[in-house]
């Protein structure tokens, strides 16, 4: 694509990234015989032609099963991996103009958050080295601030009293702590926006409150936006302003949560919610889940994606696939047959 | 506690321990509880709280550095601490089974399913006819909805959701009359757990069997069990019919923890609890309560006496200073302020 195609050109002020028509199509490994014979190569379609907007200083849901594509699109959104199609505008720059030395550069405004924060730390790093790494690489000409900085970044994601924690190493600390440390290691090069992937997925109930908490607060105090990527949508109504819920490597649907969660118009993200355990054993679910499981995204189903498992599919929904179309005020929905939910 | 008929095991004073570098642990700490037959005990608490040696210590699988320390597990009138191996290993399987979180992790994976299943008869049932074999698994097979053809699928070829079904049958083909699932949705996503909870559901109705039910999801507790039992720091905390327990919470843990539940529901709380701390590690375990730190309603008391699990309304059990009496309680309140 030449550079003066590029939808960031038109970027709207409003959106600190936008993607348009992202795709990510991963080669399938084979072995030579059967490359040989198959002539054609098979590809795994993670993410398939997504368009969504994350506007300013908001927190954007991406909610899916396993195999959905959320990860790959979080990795795609902050330019750890190059899209097969597709554009990502970061505060109206296209990711593809830039080199990887650009790049690099950029990453100080965009960092993440993993699961496993005893995988995401170095077991032989203390906290305090890995907390002001990104101020050693990011402003390596102000080291005489950067105690300051770190310390400051530790009392706002509650590591008090700081010196306690700085010469200690992950495995001496709990699990929620460690958790603060990926986010102060994330907050320090002072960043725009932060993706995190299943952040609190593997704490505790009563230490994802505190966690969940944590992030809120930060966002108002630093101006932040996120990009939160999860499967569980009980968790999402506390944090996310959006979701989109994503199905095979597509959009089904997208708007405000509350929206999403009142107003479901995709027969999947009904399913979805339905499905969801609520902490009230008097309301058990009754209503019958759908058949089959998620099919595989090297061949994945023709037209709308979901209809071999869909309660109200019809022909049209194997031969056309369905387009995001606005249903309601911002509400976004992927299916043929959706009116019938208005 | 109970009619002695319808309690299919009886754990008493239970304890497990773990040696340790850092010295010796008390995973399940003087633990006692009754499994109804025919109900699902829901056990859920957080990580480290020993809910998973619990489940292991019904089977007596608690391995080398831990052992279980003292008590009594009495399985439909007899003590299985006094068993042998050989009756122990008929006793595993025949009589109770048990799912774990990861099912490829628990079947062969150079087996194919059908082999999983007859191994089984045949080992526990040596004199079975090879046909009348083949006809059970068949049948137990197409009940838990997989289609007859993939039988002969090795674990790999099938999904997660199928796997855990093929653990369950495992537990069904011998007719065992209790199923520990240890987080055995976990790994699942939401909608095939829901399956597989509809599924266990209609088995359990079915086959009248027992369910104990260890998880982390106390929203998954809440559809499907009858009771369910909160366990903190290696001690039972409260026990208690399912609605109860969620209606009226006793103890100030099992409050928090209610609280702390993310809901789905628009209409449920705005913000969730955030109780004070982290769980403690039990090699050095508070005195007394082991909640009393996190406590809100901590006295005096709480610190230096232990108090014991009793039955304070009919059918519910707690274990907290603040349904008690004792000589050295200084102020006796029944409100709970949270």
Redesign the interface.
């Known amino acids: 694509m030449n550079k003066e195609d590029s939808p960031c050109l038109q970027a709207d002020w409003e959106n600190l990234v936008e993607v348009h028509n992202l795709t990510k199509w991963f080669p399938v490994q084979k072995g030579f015989l059967d490359t040989f014979l198959a002539g054609e190569k098979d590809y795994v379609r993670a993410v398939d032609g997504v368009t969504f907007n994350i506007r300013r200083g908001e927190v954007f849901g991406l909610a899916g099963?396993?195999g959905s594509g959320k990860t790959t699109i979080g990795r795609l959104a902050i330019g750890l991996e190059k899209p097969t199609e597709g554009t990502v505008c970061f505060d109206g720059t296209d990711l593809s103009w830039l080199d990887n030395e650009e790049l690099r550069m950029l990453r100080r405004r965009m960092q993440v958050i993993f699961q496993d924060p005893m995988a995401s730390l170095n077991p032989r790093m203390t906290l305090g080295d890995s907390i002001s790494h990104g101020l050693k690489i990011h402003y390596p000409d102000k080291s005489s601030a950067h105690r300051e900085i770190m310390l400051d970044i530790m009392e706002k994601v509650g590591l008090t009293p700081p010196h306690f924690y700085l010469s200690k190493f992950p495995h001496q600390i709990?699990?929620?702590q460690r958790q603060r440390v990926v986010i102060a290691r994330a907050l320090i090069t002072n960043p725009d926006l932060i993706l995190a992937d299943e952040p609190i997925a593997m704490a505790?109930?009563?230490?994802?409150?505190?966690l969940?908490?944590l992030m809120v607060r930060l966002k108002k105090e630093l101006n932040l936006t996120y990009l939160f990527i999860t499967?569980?949508?009980?968790?999402a109504?506390?944090i996310c302003d959006r979701i989109g819920i994503l199905y095979l490597g597509k959009l089904a649907e997208v708007s405000e949560l509350?929206e999403v969660?009142?107003h479901p118009l995709h027969p999947y993200t009904q399913?979805?919610?339905?499905?969801?355990?609520?902490?009230?054993?008097?309301e058990?679910?009754t209503q019958?889940?759908?058949k089959g499981?998620?099919p595989n995204p090297i061949n994945p189903p023709s037209g709308c994606r979901f209809h071999p498992r869909c309660p109200i599919a019809q022909d049209i929904c194997s031969q056309e696939e369905p387009q995001l179309r606005e249903l309601r005020s911002s509400h976004k929905v992927a299916c043929h047959f959706a009116e019938q939910f208005l | 506690m109970s009619d002695q008929n319808d309690v299919l095991i009886q754990i008493r004073n239970l304890s497990v321990t773990y040696q340790t570098r850092m010295g010796s642990v008390s995973a399940v700490d003087d633990v006692s509880f009754d499994i109804k037959r025919g109900e699902i005990l829901g056990l859920v608490g957080e990580s480290g709280c020993g809910k998973s040696t619990m489940g292991k210590a019904l089977m007596r699988m608690i391995a080398s550095p831990g052992e279980i320390s003292g008590g009594q597990i009495i399985f439909d009138g007899e003590d299985i601490m006094n068993y042998d191996d050989k009756k122990m290993r008929d006793f595993r399987g025949r009589r109770v089974s048990m799912i774990f979180q990861d099912p490829m992790t628990s079947l062969n994976p150079v087996q194919r399913v059908d082999e999983h299943l007859t191994e089984a008869i045949e080992v526990h049932e040596p004199k079975t006819k090879k046909e009348s074999i083949t006809e059970r698994i068949t049948t137990l097979v197409e009940r838990l909805g997989i289609q007859r053809q993939r039988m002969t699928d090795y674990p790999h070829q099938l999904s997660g959701g199928m796997r855990q079904r093929i653990m369950i049958g495992l537990g069904l083909v011998l007719n065992a009359e209790l199923i520990i699932a240890d987080e055995a949705t976990t790994s699942l996503d939401v909608i095939v757990e829901a399956k597989l909870v509809d599924q266990l559901r209609e088995i359990q109705d079915e086959f009248g069997l027992s369910i104990f039910m260890i998880t982390h999801n106390i929203a998954l507790v809440a559809e499907v069990a009858d009771r369910i039992a909160v366990m903190y720091a290696g001690r039972m905390a409260e026990i208690g019919p399912i609605q109860d327990v969620f209606d009226n919470p006793l103890h100030p843990y099992t409050q928090g923890l209610l609280r702390s539940v993310p809901s789905i529901q628009l209409d449920d709380q705005e913000e969730l609890y955030k109780m004070p701390g982290e769980p403690p590690n039990l090699t050095h375990p508070p005195s007394a309560c082991r909640f009393h730190p996190r406590c809100p309603v901590a006295m005096p008391i709480c610190s230096r006496i232990q108090p014991t699990l009793e039955e304070t309304q009919p059918m519910r059990l707690v274990n907290c200073w603040l349904y008690q009496d004792h000589p050295e309680k200084e102020t006796p309140t029944n409100q709970v302020m949270v």
């Open positions: 099963e396993s709990s699990g929620g505790d109930v009563s230490v994802r409150a505190l969940l908490d499967h569980d949508l009980a968790t109504k506390y509350r969660y009142a399913a979805l919610l339905a499905a969801v355990p609520v902490p009230r054993p008097l058990r679910r019958p889940m759908p499981e998620i």
